[in-house]
């Protein structure tokens, strides 16, 4: 099982559709998640960090399934602009380090 | 606030030259990275500072050399570009080694010819 996998899509939603990701990672011991967004040609941004069950930022909802080992993005009200890559990132304990996992992204299409 | 900046944006390169991808930051942050991305591979990281004075090898170190002589600046150097080299990089920065809030750069675009 690879350490962090994330369905590549891409998912084609109408403006105003909810739409969800997910990502499922290996490391149990992980505490903390990360989702960033990025645009095609662009750097990732960060978009929202997860480190309980779940954090909520206007329509975008991080949430974590510890027992299941997944997290999850969940975008509300899609709009346009929400097209993009979105990438899960888990931190592990890499000896004295810790090293980020990043997964390969969702690639999210919102049609007018 | 220029955050980070990286330089060159693009570059074309004939294999067996050498190269510096520059990065500085202006937010005094900690930690730096340089990543690259490529298509089905994702972000890979090359190599990384924790702090000013020392560096560390990421998961794809080889060929690449990095160093990091005061917080702002973190040069990355291909001593002898090969064409699989070819590839977006992206340097990053981060407030502390432990957190997975990195800040990237706008990339660098580099093909190896």
């Known amino acids: 099982r690879k350490e962090v996998e994330q369905d590549p899509g891409p998912f084609n939603v109408p403006e105003g559709a909810t739409v969800a990701f997910n990502c499922t990672y290996s490391?149990?011991?992980?505490?903390?998640f990360f989702w960033y967004r990025q645009d095609c040609r662009k750097e990732p941004k960060l978009l929202m960090s997860?480190?309980?069950?779940?954090n909520e930022d206007g329509r975008f909802t991080a949430q974590l399934n510890r027992a299941s080992q997944y997290i999850s993005l969940l975008i509300r009200d899609s709009k346009l602009s929400d097209s993009a890559t979105y990438l899960c990132?888990?931190?592990?304990?890499?000896?004295?380090?810790?090293?980020?996992?990043w997964g390969l992204g969702t690639s999210l299409a919102v049609n007018p | 606030i220029a955050g980070i900046t990286q330089a060159p944006t693009s570059q074309i390169l004939a294999a067996g030259r050498r190269m510096t991808l520059r990065c500085t930051q202006d937010?005094?942050?900690?930690?730096m990275y340089w990543y690259r991305q490529d298509l089905g591979l994702g972000l890979r990281l090359i190599h990384y500072?924790?702090?000013?004075?020392?560096?560390g090898k990421g998961e794809v170190p080889d060929g690449y050399s990095v160093s990091r002589a005061n917080t702002d600046d973190f040069p990355l150097t291909l001593a002898s570009a090969v064409p699989s080299q070819t590839s977006v990089y992206f340097c990053?920065?981060?407030?502390?080694?432990?957190?997975?809030?990195?800040?990237f750069g706008e990339g660098s675009r580099l093909t190896v010819l």
């Open positions: 990132v888990v931190p592990q304990r890499a000896g004295n380090n810790r090293k980020l996992i």
């Open positions: 997860v480190y309980s069950s779940s």
């Open positions: 937010m005094r942050h900690n930690a």
């Open positions: 500072s924790n702090t000013a004075g020392t560096t």
């Open positions: 990053a920065s981060s407030e502390r080694p432990t957190t997975g809030e990195l800040f």
């Open positions: 490391n149990s011991a992980s505490q903390s």
